[in-house]
């Protein structure tokens, strides 16, 4: 049970309990060990044994012990507090990146604030802003495109560890998905099929994301000498109506694709919709191929083939990174990992139809 202390009311007649915080002191004395101890396990520090983790954390658990981060970001400089600046958080992969970078963080003692850019330039800069009068101690990027001047300059200025996932930035560490290798087997595969007329659909081609993918939707075409036209190519601005519209366009047009590459998320979905509004289904009328396995992807009927890869994982690597730079464990020029993608065949891709209605 707390202690309790006695305290007098302002008018200075009545004497009440009041529980006492448990310090770390009261920590150290559960766990039978040093204050120092604890203060290692509680920061995260790296060296310490799971059974000196497991004793203190059950102390800290007995006693009902929260640390004063108030007090601690005073002495220390430090807030144990992370940005990160996502574009959509409506979009579902960056869902699972989120979930799997809080988790790290969250195991480590820091908290994850999230600020979402929508694409928008000037919210970026402002969220920069935001994160430096904070103090935060780090920053998680997620996918967004680089070239607005005021946002370089505020991210120079910002003087933090920064990591990015699926986006390029100068002196910064990242996380990469292979997406010009995700879409290069996905065109390789309907080429493989006998399709000749591939639509692709992506997210903005100054996204390293889009811009890699359709690198190896290129690079796919070139290996099968089959002339690429451009027409088929609809980089998308975040915007379903869009897709909707591009779509329905080009299954309209006499040189109409047999083959659709398309986005995993809301994508799929104006894809799927412009099908069912032009009477065609796949993948007897056109073959069907999203990238990012989404629900809709895999509970669709038929489902859909997709290219993926681990979307918890880039966020935890991410995450780790980030916490490593912070504590100095890691140092010196930035760091890249690349992850793999892979492709998940199922019933949406056939052959063209030699003879269409």
């Known amino acids: 049970m707390a202690k309790r202390m006695k305290k007098r009311d302002p008018d200075g007649e009545n004497d009440w309990n009041q529980p006492r915080r448990p ?51 005073m002495r220390s400089g430090a807030t144990n507090t ?72 505020g991210l120079a200025n910002l003087e933090i560890p920064c990591v990015t996932v699926d986006r390029d930035l100068p002196n910064a560490s990242s996380v990469r998905s292979d997406h010009r290798g995700g879409g290069l087997e996905a065109t390789r595969h309907l080429i493989g099929l006998g399709h000749r007329r591939i639509a692709l659909l992506t997210g903005r081609i100054n996204l390293l994301p889009s811009a890699e993918r359709l690198a190896g939707y290129e690079q796919a075409h070139i290996e099968a000498c089959i002339p690429i036209d451009r027409a088929l190519l609809r980089p998308q601005n975040q915007a379903t109506s869009f897709a909707f519209s591009d779509v329905y366009e080009l299954l309209k047009r006499p040189d109409r694709p047999t083959a659709i590459i398309t986005m995993g998320t809301h994508m799929l979905a104006s894809v799927m919709e412009a099908l069912a509004s032009t009477h065609m289904q796949y993948p007897h009328d056109v073959s069907l191929v999203c990238i990012g396995d989404t629900d809709l992807a895999r509970y669709a009927t038929p489902s859909i083939s997709t290219v993926t890869w681990s979307l918890n994982e880039m966020g935890r690597i991410a995450a780790g990174m980030l916490i490593d730079r912070i504590r100095g464990v890691a140092s010196g020029d930035p760091q890249t990992i690349h992850l793999p993608t892979r492709f998940i065949l199922r019933n949406s891709t056939a052959s063209p139809q030699e003879k269409r209605a």
């Open 23 to 73: 310090t770390i002191k009261d920590v150290a004395a559960k766990a039978g060990v040093s204050v120092s101890s604890v203060s290692r396990v509680l920061n995260g520090e790296p060296y310490t044994s799971a059974l000196l983790q497991k004793k203190i954390m059950r102390a800290v658990s007995s006693l009902g012990f929260e640390p004063d981060y108030t007090a601690q970001s």
């Open 82 to 153: 992370v940005g990160c600046l996502v574009s959509d958080i409506s979009n579902p992969l960056y869902g699972d990146i989120l979930n799997g970078a809080e988790e790290e963080l969250q195991r480590a003692g820091y908290v994850m604030v999230l600020g979402t850019t929508r694409y928008e330039a000037e919210r970026e800069t402002a969220l920069l802003s935001i994160v430096r009068r904070r103090r935060m101690d780090g920053l998680l990027l997620l996918a967004g495109h680089n070239d607005q001047p005021a946002f370089r300059d």
